[in-house]
């Protein structure tokens, strides 16, 4: 008797050690990509944090990319770094933002400065290391980060 419990428990474990090693992976897997989405969110906020020291360093657009470029550099996956300046006008009735130029651009209301903003995109494709069903071969993942420049 003892000896079919134990040849039913070596079955048990051989159809359900595929589904463990599936799981596994796949933890993995979304685990590495996490880290990548976390690395690029970093990436971003270094870019931001450049910026926002003062209006000379906002207006410099490849010293804001090299500051976000110096955090992309401890990435094992290679990251691009985009950086782009935007002026918007606030209408406070609706809370809406309208872009308009920066160097010519001017606002309806009362204050007739436009709001000034920065936005660091970054982004990086993570590859899948093993192929799992259900998974694609790869992600693109990318991070946004928007400052206000005053």
Request: aromatic content about 8%; overall charge negative.
């Given at each position: 008797?003892?000896?079919?419990?134990?040849?039913?428990?070596?079955?048990?474990?051989?159809?359900?050690?595929?589904?463990?090693?599936?799981?596994?992976?796949?933890?993995m897997t979304l685990a590495l990509a996490s880290r990548?989405?976390?690395e690029l969110s970093a990436t971003t906020r270094a870019?931001?944090?450049?910026?926002?020291?003062?209006?000379?360093?906002?207006?410099?657009?490849?010293?804001?990319?090299?500051?976000?470029?110096?955090?992309?550099?401890?990435?094992?996956?290679?990251?691009?770094?985009?950086?782009?300046?935007?002026?918007?006008?606030?209408?406070?009735?609706?809370?809406?933002?309208?872009?308009?130029?920066?160097?010519?651009?001017?606002?309806?209301?009362?204050?007739?400065?436009?709001?000034?903003?920065?936005?660091?995109?970054?982004?990086?494709?993570?590859?899948?290391?093993?192929?799992?069903?259900?998974?694609?071969?790869?992600?693109?993942?990318?991070?946004?980060?928007?400052?206000?420049?005053?």
């Open positions: 008797m003892a000896r079919r419990v134990s040849g039913i428990a070596a079955v048990e474990l051989l159809l359900i050690a595929p589904v463990f090693a599936i799981l596994f992976f796949g933890l990548l989405k976390m870019g931001a944090d450049y910026a926002a020291y003062n209006l000379a360093r906002s207006e410099d657009l490849p010293s804001i990319i090299d500051a976000a470029e110096v955090v992309a550099a401890y990435s094992n996956t290679p990251i691009t770094v985009t950086a782009e300046q935007y002026c918007g006008c606030l209408d406070t009735a609706t809370e809406v933002l309208t872009v308009v130029s920066c160097s010519t651009g001017s606002c309806p209301a009362a204050d007739t400065r436009p709001l000034r903003f920065i936005r660091i995109q970054a982004s990086a494709t993570h590859v899948f290391p093993w192929d799992l069903p259900g998974l694609p071969d790869s992600w693109n993942l990318t991070s946004t980060t928007e400052a206000r420049v005053f």
